[in-house]
Each structure stands twice: as structure tokens, then as C-alpha cells.
């Protein structure tokens, strides 16, 4: 349907028609044809594929776990543009269903140490806090379980990530903090340690993360 030869307007107009076309009758064959958009040698015609795939995605819960493992080896690549857009949609299909997509969430984040754009790792570790419910929420059955074990990812991820804190962009160590102090609400005989250590960084760092009035 779009062709390398189309002009950008005519190639992002097509992407257009096909997000508002995309029904359940024809997602095997939407698939193919973004599966091959995401290897166009135009990256910013790619990124713009990421998006309209997160769209149908959206919509469409048989293309949510395509999507999402799709997402996932972008998230991992070199050009930032793809990484960022690649997390960005993740995020947004996270928050929308997060039982949904707990499984992609716990991949993503265990991949943590393999995305190397910082404002795509920024994302990834919001998902840490954004995601989990605060303490106390009451949970059970299948919600339960999925949540052990987004959970269990988190903390490894964090785990795995801090060592690297004081490298990290600005917003990556905004994030980490956030997620950190989600994390040692919810365990704080496991976290605790590691809470203090970030907090440790954080106050030794030279641009230090913005802090709360009063402290």
C-alpha cells in the first residue's frame, strides 16, 4: 500500500487511512504490511509507523500482543527516534490495559540494560512506577499473579540499573527515584538498601534531580 517512492505527505496519509480501516477482519494482513514499514530505511517514516501501529494496537486487542513484541525489539535500537517512539506506544498500551500487557511490560523491563536511549529508558522505568498500584491496593485472582511477577521484573530492573545511576540522563534518574521509593513501599525489607543507595547518589550527584518543597 505505501510505496518507498511516495512523498512523505502521501506516505503519512496512507498510514492515516490505514489506522481508521484496521478492523478485526483484516489485522493478519495490517501486520504484514507494518511488519514491513519497520524495516523502511527512512527511520523517521518507521517511528511514524510505531505510532500508527500503537493506534490500531489500541483498538484492536488481536493486534496488542503482536504489537507489543514488535515494540520490544525496537525498543532495543540504535537510531533514539525508533527507540523513544518504539517505548513511548509501549507505555501509552500499558497504561491503557495494564493486565493486558503485564507480561510485554515484565520483557521490557528485563531488557532494561540493552536500551541505550536515554529518554527510551526513562520511559521503560516509568512503567515501574506508573504501573504498579500503591500499597495496600487490593488485588486478587489472575490480577494478583500477573502483579508478582511485573513486580519481580521491576525490581531487577532497578536492581540492574542502578549501578549506572549517576551516568543516566536527567529524566532517567527523575524516574528511577520514583520507581525506587514505589518499589521499598511495597517490600521494604528488600528495597531498602537500595532505596537509600539511589537516594545516597541522587544527593552526591553533580545536577542533582529536582527536589519536593521542603526538603
Given at each position: 500500500?505505501?510505496?518507498?517512492?511516495?512523498?512523505?505527505?502521501?506516505?503519512?496519509?496512507?498510514?492515516?487511512?490505514?489506522?481508521?480501516?484496521?478492523?478485526?477482519?483484516?489485522?493478519?494482513?495490517?501486520?504484514?504490511?507494518?511488519?514491513?514499514?519497520?524495516?523502511?530505511?527512512?527511520?523517521?517514516?518507521?517511528?511514524?509507523?510505531?505510532?500508527?501501529?500503537?493506534?490500531?494496537?489500541?483498538?484492536?486487542?488481536s493486534?496488542?500482543?503482536?504489537?507489543?513484541?514488535?515494540?520490544?525489539?525496537?525498543?532495543?535500537?540504535?537510531q533514539?527516534?525508533?527507540?523513544?517512539?518504539?517505548?513511548?506506544?509501549?507505555?501509552?498500551?500499558?497504561?491503557?490495559?495494564?493486565?493486558?500487557?503485564?507480561?510485554?511490560?515484565?520483557?521490557?523491563?528485563?531488557?532494561?540494560g540493552?536500551?541505550?536511549?536515554?529518554?527510551?529508558?526513562a520511559?521503560?522505568?516509568?512503567?515501574?512506577?506508573?504501573?504498579l498500584?500503591p500499597?495496600?491496593?487490593?488485588?486478587?485472582?489472575?490480577?494478583?499473579?500477573?502483579?508478582?511477577?511485573?513486580?519481580?521484573a521491576?525490581?531487577?530492573?532497578?536492581?540492574?540499573?542502578?549501578?549506572?545511576?549517576?551516568?543516566?540522563a536527567?529524566?532517567?534518574?527523575?524516574?528511577?527515584?520514583?520507581?525506587?521509593?514505589?518499589?521499598?513501599?511495597?517490600?521494604?525489607?528488600?528495597?531498602?538498601?537500595?532505596?537509600?543507595?539511589?537516594?545516597?547518589?541522587?544527593?552526591c550527584?553533580?545536577?542533582?534531580?529536582?527536589?519536593?518543597p521542603?526538603?
Amino acid at each position: 500500500l505505501i510505496r518507498s517512492t511516495d512523498d512523505k505527505v502521501v506516505r503519512a496519509l496512507k498510514l492515516e487511512i490505514l489506522t481508521l480501516i484496521a478492523d478485526e477482519s483484516n489485522t493478519a494482513n495490517l501486520l504484514k504490511e507494518f511488519q514491513s514499514y519497520l524495516r523502511d530505511p527512512d527511520k523517521g517514516f518507521v517511528a511514524d509507523a510505531v505510532v500508527a501501529l500503537g493506534h490500531c494496537a489500541a483498538r484492536l486487542p488481536s493486534m496488542s500482543s503482536p504489537c507489543m513484541r514488535a515494540l520490544l525489539r525496537l525498543s532495543c535500537y540504535s537510531q533514539s527516534i525508533i527507540a523513544e517512539k518504539s517505548m513511548m506506544v509501549m507505555r501509552v498500551l500499558a497504561q491503557s490495559s495494564p493486565q493486558t500487557h503485564a507480561k510485554g511490560i515484565a520483557k521490557a523491563l528485563r531488557k532494561i540494560g540493552r536500551i541505550r536511549s536515554p529518554r527510551a529508558r526513562a520511559e521503560a522505568v516509568w512503567m515501574i512506577d506508573g504501573l504498579l498500584p500503591p500499597p495496600g491496593h487490593a488485588i486478587s485472582g489472575r490480577a494478583e499473579k500477573l502483579l508478582s511477577s511485573l513486580e519481580s521484573a521491576a525490581q531487577r530492573a532497578l536492581f540492574a540499573s542502578a549501578a549506572g545511576f549517576a551516568t543516566e540522563a536527567e529524566a532517567t534518574k527523575v524516574q528511577m527515584l520514583g520507581a525506587s521509593a514505589r518499589l521499598f513501599l511495597r517490600d521494604p525489607e528488600r528495597l531498602r538498601l537500595l532505596h537509600a543507595y539511589l537516594l545516597e547518589l541522587a544527593r552526591c550527584a553533580a545536577s542533582r534531580p529536582p527536589r519536593a518543597p521542603g526538603e
